[in-house]
């Protein structure tokens, strides 16, 4: 995946983002597990807001950097959850580590 996607070179994207459905919350069952997503135009981005910490490129090459303080998964993250708008998903445990592969993978 190339770092375009992730650039966050509109300010509106993670607003479009977070209105567009495209933020996830994946409770596990019956669990409890957690696991927040956001579907990319590529790939889908494994989200650990607690840490911060996204899967993507630009988590990687920028935040980690310190060139900017988070990639707009996180920023989509912040406004979906302060704002309601997250899909959330209930899967069944046995799911858990084959979505997990899935989402961590390149």
């Known amino acids: 995946m190339s770092g375009r996607e992730d650039s966050g070179s509109s300010l509106e994207a993670p607003r479009v983002l977070a209105e567009s ?30 840490a911060p910490y996204c899967s993507c490129d630009d988590f990687y090459f920028r935040v980690l950097h310190r060139q900017k303080p988070r990639c707009y998964h996180l920023e989509a993250f912040e406004i979906a959850q302060r704002e309601k708008l997250y899909e959330e998903i209930e899967e069944e445990d046995s799911w858990y580590d084959r979505l997990m592969n899935e989402w961590t993978s390149d």
């Open 21 to 50: 459905g495209r933020v996830k919350r994946y409770v596990f069952k019956p669990s409890g597990r957690v696991r927040w997503i956001v579907v990319g135009r590529e790939r889908d981005y494994l989200l650990l807001p607690e």
